[in-house]
């Protein structure tokens, strides 16, 4: 029941309508809030219950220091709820599992339901396996449905089955750029007790790129899949009440630079000012100049700086917006009533104190690429080959990486040269440079020729451009990068440019719009004519899903070594994640994805090196074929319209004759197949009681890995293509799944067996118990002298053996995605605790919600300062205080070696909030929640 203490419940009319809201103006110091907080506040005082959220949690937000440190613990009730399939699927089994359990409790298993409106977008099952044909997307949504109809059929299973939950069928956009063209409210309404109740819209989503929602004013980010089933059952999200950054915008973008070159800025700016944890929040007069479009791609952008979320405010250019994308004239009309009555509308004139303060004069923004394997690393493109080579050094094992002085290229003689380990890690301001690569002397280069099968003949060498993708919810519904990327190759193709023949080429649009534009614009051709047919609606190439490279060239490749280059226009480029063939990733415009595909490789000056010649041998330059800006407006001021928006979302839920063709189970709980290999009913409840075990010590704990810094949950989640060899691989075919049916350990979330398998098994990822070894692998110390083993048996060992584990991390533990199975994974592996130098948030928060606890070295140490090699066994003392309602602000551990001398330190526990600790308690979040369902 709501309370109400400072009267804030009041009316609002809007065309008639009359409308329940909580007004802000209630309490002093409202006002002056950032824009963000402005909808935390409302949030506060439409859930004020007395008990989790009070009048002094109210308080302490209205009367907000942008000075202090955050300290005070709110509970954020998200309005919705937004998933993909990869993740999603997860939780909906877990929903499916909870219905059961409560059931086995002695409950009510219908209770199981969203409380919250919860959507599933099917976007990140798609692979590119057929490219360059008019066909291939028709043959990848035929290859797409073979490999997913299991997890289909669940998935419309829960459609069916539980209330307020709605599933997108695959082919209907990105997740995300779907959310922001229609499924985003931006002010929500909802019965409550037979009112109309009207309050902003806030959704947390299974994908860290939800925060592109923030683009059109809606508050939110991404979540794990477990904080999402919490909300998705009316469960708050505990949070500190954060410092806010204000950023700045001033000037206008130049004619030779994109909304991607502007983010690619943003993200190194606010990486290298620290924003973790915090919101950003755009103001100034310059923001009513930035596109929405531009505004979305700058949310989108959010985990890559490192923040919570990166909010524009609403004005006039969210209401056009609105209006362009088909949402009705009552709705924006709501929209515009509510916020201007809230005073959330933007006013560039009102002053607004934020916690720290950055500038961006967006004329002062030139075109840049980021790589080679992470979003911050920022290079404008002038330096990119220089910059390339420099980086090369780290990539290539036991080759000296020279340049020749004729500019033919570059030479690779063997040398005794250091492999990219030893500085793989550092920042790309700081690798030593062993080998000066621009004053060396050296021969010719000596590439690798490749005879393919259809006759094709060329040659490879380090930095060629084996893949390039317009892909991602980034850009690929951002009409001035979109369009500028068909001009680009309207003008290539007119002076007789091509891709060159070693290129995987794509385009995987955000929205079916997308194709409507270009097909409008009569540019389409243009882009067919250099390779960038239309490969599928979904994440492709930047979730990892590029599909092979064509046989001849992956071997050649593997054969040689070759550290071959991507570039695509998405948001993540890390180790492994794009192609298992490709070593180095850059993020780059649309434009320029087409750029180097017509260049060929990375190792290349775009200012003095010529694409090619024209008709009559004159030389062209990537200058020579650059959109103009003014005519790129142009075209899209004609291409698009509002209904091509509405047609296209008209039946957004219908799905093809694919999907509506698909056999569906029915019934309120799940028949689940003994022998599916898809989804799984998870062991989480198993032989558990409504009372609560209590917490212990850990004693006797070996180490599964250590690692270093800045591991990412692409490091620590499977994801991506495995091989046989692996233990996933291996359970497979134990299971009669043929080598060729593996598809993605995305795609088969829904099945911890394998997911378990592929935990800590990225094939990049360097546990530092072995030397020189990349891959699963760990030491298994239940054997003799400790002998090489995948992470997967050896854990299977140690929970036999009842050893507990620990994991031991640097900084920025957890960065990237929001993955639920970095958690889950973890924890089924036996891992009781993990210890770092820092983590990023979602991953810290989801050990906890999967009865993990999250360390900390103590300030300034870390495993190696303390002199730890990962051989020890860890005591972790203290734990117990948490069953007397205490959170230790400490704990002891003890770490002894095997001469018996011990190594001790206090470290911090990030158990951050009274809510993260009855999570603990419970033995984590879905325990929580399934013992308050079933009382």
């Known amino acids: 029941m709501t309370v109400d203490s400072f009267g804030a419940k009041g009316v609002l009319n809007v065309g008639g309508t009359d409308y329940e809201i909580f007004r802000l103006n209630a309490l002093e110091g409202a006002k002056k809030l950032p824009y963000s907080l402005k909808v935390l506040l409302e949030n506060l005082l439409r859930t004020e219950d007395g008990a989790n959220v009070t009048e002094k949690h109210i308080e302490a937000l209205a009367n907000w220091d942008p000075e202090a440190q955050p300290n005070t613990e709110i509970q954020f009730t998200p309005a919705r709820v937004i998933m993909q399939d990869f993740t999603g699927v997860p939780c909906i089994v877990d929903l499916a599992t909870m219905r059961e359990a ?67 069928p695959p082919g209907m956009g990105i997740v995300h750029q779907v959310n922001i063209e ?40 991404g979540v794990g899949g477990i904080e999402a089933e919490a909300a998705m059952l009316g469960q708050p999200i505990s949070m500190l009440i954060p410092r806010v950054v204000g950023f700045k915008l001033t000037g206008e973008i130049p004619s030779g630079a994109t909304a991607t070159d502007v983010v690619l800025t943003i993200t190194e700016m606010l990486r290298e000012h620290g924003v973790v944890g915090k919101f950003v929040e755009f103001y100034g007069e310059g923001v009513a100049a930035v596109p929405l479009a531009n505004r979305a791609t700058i949310g989108n952008m959010s985990p890559e700086f490192g923040s919570t979320a990166a909010i524009f405010p609403i004005d006039e250019v969210t209401m056009d917006y609105l209006r362009l994308t088909g949402r009705s004239e009552e709705q924006v ?68 990486i020279v340049k020749d002085r004729s500019e033919n290229g570059t030479s690779f003689p063997a040398s005794d040269s250091p492999s990219h380990d030893a500085t793989e890690e550092q920042d790309a301001s700081e690798r030593p440079r062993d080998h000066d690569v621009q004053d060396v002397e050296g021969r010719a280069s000596n590439p690798i ?52 023949p070693w290129v995987k080429t794509s385009i995987a649009p955000g929205s079916k719009v997308v194709t409507d534009y270009y097909e409008k614009s009569g540019l389409v051709p243009d882009l067919q004519e250099l390779g960038f047919y239309i490969v599928g609606y979904g994440c492709t190439t930047c979730i990892g899903n590029s599909g092979p490279l064509e046989p001849e060239i992956s071997q050649t490749i593997q054969d040689n070594d070759l550290a071959v280059t991507s570039v695509l226009s998405g948001n993540r480029n890390f180790e492994g994640r794009i192609n298992p063939d490709v070593k180095m990733n850059y ?21 003095n090196e010529a694409l090619g010649q024209d008709s009559e041998g004159n030389d062209i330059y990537l200058k020579d074929i650059w959109p103009n800006p003014t005519e790129v407006q142009e075209i899209i001021d004609r291409s698009i319209d509002t209904e091509m928006f509405t047609t296209e979302y008209g039946t957004i839920f219908d799905g093809d004759e694919r999907w509506q063709n698909l056999e569906t189970p029915t019934g309120d709980v799940f028949e689940w197949d003994p022998n599916s290999t898809y989804v799984r009913k998870p062991p989480y409840f198993d032989g558990m009681s409504m009372e609560t075990t209590p917490v212990e010590d850990i004693k006797g704990a070996r ?103 620990v994991v031991l991390g640097g900084k920025e533990y957890g960065s990237g995605s929001s993955r639920d199975w970095a958690a889950k ?79 001790e330190f206090d470290a911090d526990l990030r158990i951050d909030t009274p809510g993260e600790a009855d999570y603990y308690r419970n033995g984590g979040i879905l325990q929580y929640v399934l013992r308050q369902i079933a009382k």
């Open 182 to 221: 229609n499924l985003a409210r931006v002010v929500m309404t909802r019965e409550v007790d037979g009112t109309v109740r009207a309050y902003p819209d806030t959704c947390v989503g299974t994908d860290s790129h939800t925060t592109m929602e923030n683009g059109i004013g809606v508050l939110g980010w």
């Open 703 to 805: 180490v599964l890995l250590k690692l270093g810094d800045s591991v990412t949950t692409d490091h620590i989640s499977p994801a991506g293509s495995f091989k046989s060899d692996t233990p996933a691989g291996k359970y497979l075919i134990e299971n009669g799944v043929e080598r060729k049916d593996f598809n993605s350990y995305g795609s088969r979330r829904g099945n911890h067996e394998v997911m378990i398998r592929g935990t800590f098994a990225n094939i990049r990822i360097k546990n530092q118990l072995l030397d020189g070894v990349e891959g699963g692998f760990t030491r298994d110390f239940t054997q003799a002298d400790g002998p090489q083993s995948t992470v997967y048996d050896a854990s299977v060992n140690y929970q036999e053996a009842g050893v507990p584990l």
């Open 333 to 400: 009309a709501l929209v515009e009533a509510y916020t201007k009555e809230q005073g959330m509308w933007h006013d560039p004139s009102e002053e607004i104190a934020f916690s720290e303060y950055l500038e961006l004069d967006l004329s002062t923004v030139v075109p840049s690429i980021a790589g080679p394997k992470r979003p911050q690393d920022r290079i404008e493109l002038t330096r990119s080959k220089p910059q390339f080579r420099d980086d090369l050094v780290n990539y290539v094992e036991g080759q000296e």
């Open 825 to 903: 994974g973890t924890s089924l592996l036996g891992v009781r605790a993990v210890i770092t130098e820092s983590y990023e948030r979602i991953h810290r928060s989801n050990l906890i919600g999967m009865g993990v606890l999250p360390l900390q070295f103590p300030q300034g140490e870390s495993a190696d300062s303390l002199g730890l090699d990962g051989t020890e066994t860890f005591d972790i003392e203290g734990v117990t205080a948490l069953n007397e309602g205490e959170t230790p602000k400490t704990l002891k551990v003890t770490a002894t070696k095997e001469d018996g001398s011990t190594v």
């Open 587 to 607: 993020l780059a415009s649309p434009p320029l994805v087409i750029a180097y595909a017509l260049a060929g490789t990375m190792d290349f000056d775009f200012e």
């Open 102 to 168: 409560v059931a086995e409790l002695g409950g009510d298993a219908s209770r199981v339901n969203p409380l919250a409106p919860a959507e599933l977008v099917i976007d990140h099952s798609v692979q590119i396996d057929a490219f360059g044909s008019t066909d291939a997307i028709e043959r990848n949504m035929d290859i797409e449905y073979q490999r997913n109809g299991e997890r289909y059929q669940f998935l419309r299973w829960g459609q069916t089955a539980f209330d307020d939950f709605k599933v997108v």
């Open 449 to 500: 020729k490749v005879n393919m099968e259809d006759g094709r003949e060329f040659e490879l060498d380090h930095g060629a451009v084996s893949i390039a993708s317009i892909t991602s919810c980034t850009n690929t519904s951002n009409p001035s990068v979109m369009m500028a990327a068909a001009v680009l190759a309207r003008n290539a193709v007119a002076k007789g440019l091509k891709a060159k």
